[in-house]
């Protein structure tokens, strides 16, 4: 009875309502997604394998929930953040108003809502992005891989080069010690023992195989013998 008595109103905001989602189509501008999804790995693990008896697959090993979130804390850092903004006059892009006293703040919320990272539950990480159009929405997604590969590779870098040093170290010191054991085993020699070469070998090698291993205490004793 209702719909009886109300149908022409009825009628007419059914119209109403065809017309404005028809003319409002035409006003929104529809958005485009692109996605890119890898599954990280342990970021430190080059460094490690400088140091320590670690395997190819060790250096493959993907990554835990920590590591996954290093990755995100680093897609969302200022520093890729700011070169996409820059890249893509995102300021522009967006339409952002130049008389706002916001833009900066607008600018901001307008990138979080159009690029998101998140963890998905098979471990890896996706990047979405939204935009108008669709190749730059696979620009911008693609230049977000980019530049955190980047971002590693230096962070790799960094730390396989203090890794890098420490061996170096580690391996002037030995150099250092056999030929002080030698020098020695030379002295001992002229004495009358024989053979010191083979005892330089032989004592280097137990003191380069208790250095791997990590025993100090033969380490430091062979040490003190020839010092």
């Known amino acids: 009875k209702f719909i ?17 989602s028809v003319g409002l189509s035409f006003y929104i ?30 250096i493959l090993q993907l990554g835990d929930e920590e590591v996954i979130e290093q990755y995100l804390q680093m897609l969302s850092s200022e520093i890729i953040r700011n070169r996409i903004i820059s890249k893509y006059d995102l300021m522009n892009h967006y339409k952002i108003p130049k008389n706002s006293k916001y833009r900066r703040t607008l600018l901001q919320k307008k990138y979080d809502d159009y690029i998101t990272f998140k963890k998905t539950k098979f471990q890896s990480v996706k990047i979405e992005v ?24 230096k962070m790799q870098y960094e730390r396989s080069y203090k890794a890098f040093k420490e061996v170096e170290k580690q391996y002037n010191g030995l150099k250092q010690l056999i030929t002080n054991v030698e020098d020695t085993l030379k002295q001992m020699g002229a004495l009358g023992i024989v053979d010191y070469k083979s005892q330089s070998r032989a004592l280097s090698d137990a003191y380069s195989n208790a250095m ?11 040490k003190q013998d020839f010092d």
């Open 130 to 153: 939204l935009d108008p159009s669709p190749d730059t929405a696979a620009l911008i997604a693609n230049d977000i891989l980019n530049l955190l590969d980047s971002a590693i590779n």
């Open 29 to 58: 501008t529809p958005l485009y997604r692109s996605t890119a999804v890898f599954f990280p790995t342990e970021l430190s693990s080059i460094s490690k394998a400088i140091l320590s008896n670690v395997t190819k697959s060790d």
């Open 4 to 20: 009886l008595e109300n149908r022409k109103i009825l009628v007419v905001v059914g119209f109403i309502s065809v017309i404005l």
């Open 212 to 222: 791997m291993k990590g025993n100090k205490q033969v380490t430091k004793e062979i």
